[in-house]
């Protein structure tokens, strides 16, 4: 079993920064393809990011590309959200989700079967 907590959410500005943390308990993550995803109200879920179990290969969502990057610290056991240029629609609760030797790439896909799921953390962008 993976459990996987969430922080870092909060109210930013439009135009502001946040860097959500995923970090992971149970087993190491370093065999696991790990993913976020958001809801935002009405909304069903999404696909956020992407980063391969290596490291080796990160996906985005086209509406982040440029101003989201995931990461990955194996020997902290916790994957990064750093968000810049925020802006009212990317509002949401964010949600880290992994899968053992998942294949990130597919991660986008709303049937993917992912493993493991956190609570989610809040983030509101004040326009």
């Known amino acids: 079993q993976v459990q996987l907590v969430e922080t870092g959410g909060g109210l930013v500005q439009a135009g502001g920064s946040l860097r959500l943390s995923c970090a992971a308990s149970g087993r190491a993550i370093s065999s696991y393809s790990m993913g976020w995803f958001r809801q935002a109200p009405v909304k069903e879920r999404e696909f956020v990011a992407a980063?391969?179990?290596?490291?080796?290969?990160?996906y985005y969502e086209d509406s982040v590309k440029g101003r989201f990057a995931i990461s990955r610290d194996n020997a902290k056991n916790t994957v990064y959200l750093q968000m810049n240029s925020l802006k009212s629609e990317d509002t949401a609760v964010y949600y880290c989700?992994?899968?053992?030797?998942?294949?990130?790439?597919?991660?986008?896909?709303?049937?993917?079967?992912?493993?493991?799921w956190g609570q989610g953390t809040q983030v509101t962008v004040s326009s």
């Open positions: 980063i391969s179990w290596s490291g080796g290969s990160t």
């Open positions: 989700a992994a899968k053992q030797f998942g294949r990130a790439g597919q991660f986008s896909r709303s049937d993917y079967p992912m493993g493991y």
